[in-house]
């Protein structure tokens, strides 16, 4: 199944105009190598030793690069460039398709000094609520996404996928702690996608809005949308 649209979007902070956005869907399964590589012959990434029960494998030359889309790291003054596309690609995508998300970590503490992604970072983190990843797992996943970018010749193409394990809440999955990756299909960076969940444990000790992600982080908030 294919399907194409065309999007004229604005949004402001780390958002340029971004001209064109086509979707085109993929498959509704997990992706192995020769499913999605583009211009590699052989798999980069660390599948082959990892644990079966990971489902995301970075590359074996670098822990934020997939070695299905790229053999190398990228230079440094290249990485920017690429890193800033791919929030810009990411949030325009997830204001298409009415998706809430924020950014998060070391992509936040950029924001907040500077307003822009901090020169040594390689990957860039966000989070959304349940009710959002559970949306993106029905109905998005493995989708691709072509953007028209300037100066960028014939655009670039980024792939959502989200992690089957999404669905185990606890902190006992510690090999899947990403729920999703935005991967860029040229260089291989990605943005991980990490999901905030009401933490019932200690809520039910009375702790009132507590949240909590896979990866052990906690939270303490009262916006209506995560309750």
Not at 94 to 100: H, L, Q, V, W
Not at 168 to 186: C, F, M, P, S, Y
Not at 212 to 226: E, G
Request: proline share 4%.
């Amino acid at each position: 199944m294919r399907r194409t649209s065309t999007t004229s979007l604005c949004i402001t902070a780390l958002l340029l105009i971004l001209p064109i956005c086509q979707h085109h869907v993929l498959v509704q399964a997990d992706a192995d190598f020769f499913d999605v590589r583009t211009n590699l012959l052989r798999d980069r990434s660390g599948k082959g030793g990892d644990p079966k029960d990971k489902y995301f494998h970075e590359s074996t030359f670098h822990p934020h690069y997939d070695g299905r889309f790229a053999a190398a790291e990228i230079g440094k003054e290249q990485r920017l460039p690429h890193l800033t596309a791919l929030m810009q690609t990411f949030l325009a995508t997830m204001a298409d398709i009415g998706a809430e998300t924020w950014i998060m970590h070391g992509t936040l503490l950029g924001w907040w000094w500077n307003q822009k992604i901090l020169p040594w970072d390689s990957d860039i983190d966000v989070q959304v609520s349940e009710s959002t990843i559970s949306f993106l797992a029905k109905y998005y996943n493995m989708t691709e996404y072509h953007f028209r970018l300037p100066g960028v010749k014939d655009g670039r193409s980024y792939l959502l996928e989200v992690n089957p394990h999404y669905t185990i809440r606890g902190i006992e999955d510690k090999l899947n702690v990403i729920d999703a990756r935005w991967i860029d299909t040229e260089t291989g960076l990605f943005i991980d996608i990490s999901t905030v969940r009401i933490d019932y444990g200690a809520r039910a000790e009375g702790v009132q809005g507590a949240m909590m992600s896979k990866d052990r982080h906690t939270y303490m908030v009262s916006a209506p949308s995560l309750q």
